[in-house]
T-cell receptor, first 117, second 114 residues
Framework: DTGVSQNPRHKITKRGQNVTFRCDPI?????LYWYRQTLGQGPEFLTY????????KSRLLSDRFSAERPKGSFSTLEIQRTEQGDSAMYLC???????????????FGPGTRLTVT | AQSVAQPEDQVNVAEGNPLTVKCTYS??????LFWYVQYPNRGLQFLLK??????LVKGSYGFEAEFNKSQTSFHLKKPSALVSDSALYFC????????????FGQGTTLQVKP
């Protein structure tokens, strides 16, 4: 296993279109996070899954955003009716189920850069 | 609410000199602190963490960080900088909720000049 993967790496779309991103976490990591990073800022939390259950959503996640993790493995993040303000890097991270300090570490994917024109 | 501050947008050092990238935090309870590095168009790479124990934490690529509870700081250090260390560095604190989400600072660009 080579780490967290995300597809696509880049997406250019026109305002109003829908887009979907995919994240494949490290095998057997039961925790999965989505973050958004805009230029010059640190990543901001969007949502969290433990196995297939979505346990927390940020206020940043408007009604146009939806995320799923249907079988507790890969996850998708969909943005409907994209707006220019959605342009950002979308990062996925996973964390192992083991107890102790190891479970606090998050492993990030390369991100999907979204540009809305 | 938990927060992280990185007071410097950019740090410039000469190759071979020691470097310090500053981070202060605000959290209720015991902090779990992290440093990540980001190269252009790449995701974040984990450098090191403080959970408990020794205040001086050693991590990847020769980096270390010093946890100072009284000053609520977690500064990143390296004794001798390399040009290849030039990147964007993020300090983060683990949220105290059960999700374990990370709260990041705004980042510090490290520029190491030959």
């Amino acid at each position: 296993d080579t780490g967290v993967s995300q597809n696509p790496r880049h997406k250019i779309t026109k305002r109003g279109q829908n887009v979907t991103f995919r994240c494949d976490p490290i095998s057997e990591h039961n925790r999965l996070y989505w973050y958004r990073q805009t230029l010059g800022q640190g990543p901001e939390f969007l949502t969290y899954f433990q196995n297939e259950a979505q346990l927390e959503k940020s206020r940043l996640l408007s009604d146009r955003f939806s995320a799923e993790r249907p079988k507790g493995s890969f996850s998708t993040l969909e943005i409907q009716r994209t707006e220019q303000g959605d342009s950002a890097m979308y990062l996925c991270a996973s964390s192992p189920r083991t107890s102790g300090a190891l479970s606090y570490e998050q492993y990030f994917g390369p991100g999907t850069r979204l540009t809305v024109t | 609410a938990q927060s992280v501050a990185q007071p410097e947008d950019q740090v410039n050092v000469a190759e071979g000199n020691p470097l310090t990238v500053k981070c202060t935090y605000s959290v209720s309870g015991n902090p779990y602190l992290f440093w990540y590095v980001q190269y252009p168009n790449r995701g974040l790479q984990f450098l090191l963490k403080y959970i408990t124990g020794d205040n001086l934490v050693k991590g990847s690529y020769g980096f270390e960080a010093e946890f100072n509870k009284s000053q609520t700081s977690f500064h990143l250090k390296k004794p001798s900088a390399l040009v290849s260390d030039s990147a964007l560095y993020f300090c983060a604190v683990r949220d105290t909720s059960n999700t374990g989400k990370l709260i990041f600072g705004q980042g510090t660009t490290l520029q190491v000049k030959p």
